[in-house]
């Protein structure tokens, strides 16, 4: 049961963790909890959550400086309690990163890669961002989904389906995001969650669910299913995030109805629980 299952889960949480991590799973907690609920939490409550996850003040204050530096976060202080928000650039990639994280996998697909022939004037990171893979020097694909670049020519590729399967495998590195996937699936996908939890354990289980889930799928291209290699684990793996999720949702809001930020408890925002499936936009 869940006292059995959570407490391993959580303890090895600590070795993977360390100084570099520990500011990435705070983005975590801001992007998954903290925004659609004003976007801001004193420290004291921030502490006690990392302190679950094995991450001990001293590198949660070092990790929380450096967000600010980077302009992640910002810092107010109310008396002697500091206080910690998305700043504007935290707003801006949490929101995109949101569109990934719980949108669907699948995209519309009409059957051809595009096909772009960049030069010295392409914003080649930009076609990252939007799905692009680079295939050869100065030559990048991606499905006809894609946007179409505006700086640079594009062109539209047609084959037999096993022909452009074998492109995409090679433009994307789907080996090791099939790996990935099914280590997610094995990690989380039997994991079984009675209905007495404790608030903080299942805020705690919901970001590292979320954590562990956000840093593969952020790196999949999304590619149509007619693209992927047989048995791909993709869509299973977002089924089990999104079952998991939606079980430790009612606990994980309740510790969050303890949290506060400056003005007094934190603020209701849409149910959480109608993520994955669309509903919540």
Known sequence: MIREKVTPVLAWLPARLG????????LTV????????????????LLQLMARLGSNDGVVRTALSRLTAEGWLDRTRAGRTSFYRLAPRGIVESAA???????????????????????????????????????A???????????APADALALVATAPPDTLQAVSGKAWPL???????????????EMDVPS??????????RTLLIHDYRRIVLRDPRLPAALLPPGWPGHAARA????????????????????RNASGPLPRGPDASLRFNGADR
């Open 175 to 189: 080996t090791g995001l099939s790996a990935a996937y099914a280590e997610f699936l094995e990690r989380y996908g």
């Open 240 to 259: 089990s995030c999104a079952s998991l999720y939606g079980v430790l949702i009612p606990g994980s809001e309740k510790w969050l109805d303890t949290v």
């Open 19 to 26: 100084p570099p991590r520990t500011g990435s799973v705070v």
């Open 137 to 147: 020097p100065g030559v990048l694909i991606a499905p006809d989904c894609a946007p």
């Open 196 to 205: 007495d939890i404790a608030p903080e354990d299942a805020m705690a289980l």
């Open 30 to 45: 801001f992007g998954d909890a903290l925004a659609a609920r004003g976007g801001e939490i004193a420290l004291p409550s």
């Open 97 to 135: 990163a949101t569109v990934r994280i719980y949108g669907p996998l699948d995209r519309s697909w009409g059957g051809a890669l595009r096909v772009v022939l960049a030069d010295g004037d392409t914003d080649r990171a930009a076609l990252e961002v939007s799905g692009y893979a680079l295939i």
